[in-house]
């Protein structure tokens, strides 16, 4: 049976001039709705100029920097969505509407196990490299990494391909890590304009999902290895 990626991960990153790191703490997400009041830091906040970082006990991490801020949420074993990434993401948005927002990345992350620890180097060596005597060079195998570039409606698409190992559970198993960006400029000529652009964005992170899903599933590991 053919192998099938395992999103691991979702991050969106809204780019914009001036943000201000100083405000993000626990107090400010939840006075502002953006959190609910029942949640739990996972450590204590970080704020050192230029940076701050507020991780929650369920995993959600957000980090803000003078020119964006990451939202960050790890998926649960057997869960399609993530729970909470893009409504925080928007909630944070409508909050603070006066930042200049530029640009939004969608940035999914998965992984696809393999059932021996060099089948991950062979299927990126058999698939995407073009064969000749420079495999053979040194005392072990050639090993590779892939960065694809794709040209989508309204987005580029970047997408990175490297053999891991992924801990779980005391268990280690040799995968192929797919790191996706969906990068899109924000259009528009004013703030308003491009501020409700990011929200539509924000709003429409599952159809990138999908695109993210189908492109692996259905094209690069359809050329999977027997």
């Known amino acids: 049976m053919r192998k099938k990626l395992i999103i691991?991960?979702?991050?969106?990153?809204?780019?914009?001039?001036?943000?201000?790191?100083?405000?993000?703490?626990?107090?400010?997400?939840?006075?502002?709705?953006?959190?609910?009041?029942?949640?739990?830091?996972?450590v204590s906040p970080v704020c050192v100029d230029p940076l701050a970082q507020v991780i929650f006990q369920n995993g959600l991490s957000i980090v803000a920097q003078f020119d964006k801020v990451i939202f960050s949420?790890?998926?649960?074993?057997?869960?399609?969505?993530?729970?909470?990434?893009?409504?925080?993401?928007?909630?944070?948005?409508?909050?603070?509407?006066?930042?200049?927002?530029?640009?939004?990345?969608?940035?999914?992350?998965?992984?696809?196990?393999?059932?021996?620890?060099?089948?991950?180097?062979?299927?990126?060596?058999?698939?995407?490299?073009a064969p000749g005597p420079w495999h053979k060079f040194g005392n072990a195998p050639v090993k590779s990494a892939v960065k694809l570039v794709y040209t989508l409606d309204k987005a580029e698409l970047n997408l990175t391909v490297d053999p891991a190992?992924?801990?779980?559970?005391?268990?280690?198993?040799p995968v192929l890590l797919f790191s996706g960006n969906f990068h899109r400029n924000l259009s528009g000529d004013t703030k308003d304009e491009r501020h409700r652009r990011a929200l539509e964005v924000i709003d429409n992170w599952k159809a990138d999902l999908d695109t993210f899903q189908t492109l692996i599933n259905e094209r690069i590991l359809k050329q999977e290895l027997e």
Do not use: C, M
Not at 10 to 32: E, Y
Not at 165 to 173: C, F
């Open 165 to 173: 190992t992924l801990e779980s559970e005391g268990k280690r198993s």
């Open 8 to 42: 691991q991960e979702l991050a969106i990153v809204v780019v914009g001039k001036n943000h201000n790191p100083t405000i993000l703490n626990p107090d400010f997400l939840k006075s502002n709705g953006i959190v609910p009041d029942e949640w739990q830091l996972a």
């Open 73 to 129: 949420e790890p998926f649960s074993v057997g869960t399609v969505d993530p729970v909470e990434t893009p409504r925080i993401a928007r909630e944070y948005l409508e909050t603070l509407p006066h930042v200049d927002y530029r640009a939004i990345g969608i940035n999914p992350k998965g992984h696809v196990v393999f059932d021996d620890e060099g089948a991950p180097v062979r299927f990126l060596t058999a698939n995407f490299l």
